[in-house]
């Protein structure tokens, strides 16, 4: 079974700050995938990052960047330079069999 | 196309009629995946199809669903009789052999 947790409901930041949002994962698998995907108000849900578990190297993407800490099964995000419009559900997924975790809701305080 | 489209966007229907819930892929994306997606909660597979064929469908939750993709690109995902718990928004997503999905807006059921 492939499961993933996150453990923070819900997250709040000032504007232009940072914020790291939290996400472990479990999979038998020996090749995998890590995604964040942000879904805003309208529903839509939208890719943010992805990480292929092979790959050292942390992804980054602009504002954000992640944090995957393998023997940790250990997968945050970092959100740098918070902006309005990243207001949003947060998930973790992890592919195979993409499973997401529960979502961190991420509030912008202006 | 540009993206994943779904319709309706939003159906209302009275419990036990059937339901037709329509997703167009990305132009050209071999996979194919619905979600149902409860309330404060993060989406949970259905079923997913490799052009034509049904390759998984351990996530659907009765008999009463059924998907198909006859021709390998449009899909639909039909609930019978539908009962109050099947009231969820339904998210369909796509991708080319690859890792990475692209979803749909996702169509919202309300079971009354």
């Known amino acids: 079974a492939q499961t993933v947790t996150q453990s923070q409901p819900e997250m709040s930041v000032q504007e232009a700050e940072t914020v790291t949002l939290s996400c472990t994962y479990d999979?038998?698998?020996?090749?995998?995938?890590l995604f964040w995907y942000k879904q805003p108000p309208s529903r839509q849900m939208i890719l943010v990052i992805r990480?292929?578990?092979?790959?050292?190297q942390n992804a980054t993407e602009n504002r954000f960047s992640v944090n995957f800490q393998k023997a940790a099964k250990s997968f945050s995000l970092k959100i740098s330079d918070s902006q309005l419009g990243d207001a949003a559900m947060y998930f973790c997924?992890?592919?195979?069999?993409?499973?997401f975790g529960t979502g961190t809701r991420l509030t912008i305080i202006p | 196309g540009a993206g994943v489209s779904q319709s309706p966007r939003y159906k209302v229907a009275k419990r036990g009629q059937d339901v037709a819930l329509r997703c167009d892929p990305i132009?050209?994306?071999?996979?194919l995946f619905w979600y149902q997606q409860a309330l404060g909660q993060g989406p949970e597979f259905l079923t997913y199809?490799?052009?034509?064929?049904?390759?998984?469908k351990s996530g659907l939750p009765s008999d009463r669903f059924f998907a198909e993709r006859p021709e390998g690109s449009v899909s639909t995902l039909k609930i019978q009789r539908t009962q109050q718990e099947d009231s969820a928004v339904y998210l369909c997503?796509?991708?080319?052999?690859?890792?990475?999905?692209?979803f749909g807006p996702g169509t919202r059921l309300l079971v009354l």
């Open positions: 997503a796509s991708s080319d052999l690859g890792e990475t999905q692209y």
């Open positions: 999979t038998s698998e020996s090749d995998y995938y």
């Open positions: 990480q292929e578990a092979y790959k050292q």
């Open positions: 997924a992890c592919f195979p069999l993409l499973t």
């Open positions: 132009s050209g994306h071999v996979s």
């Open positions: 199809f490799q052009n034509e064929a049904q390759l998984d």
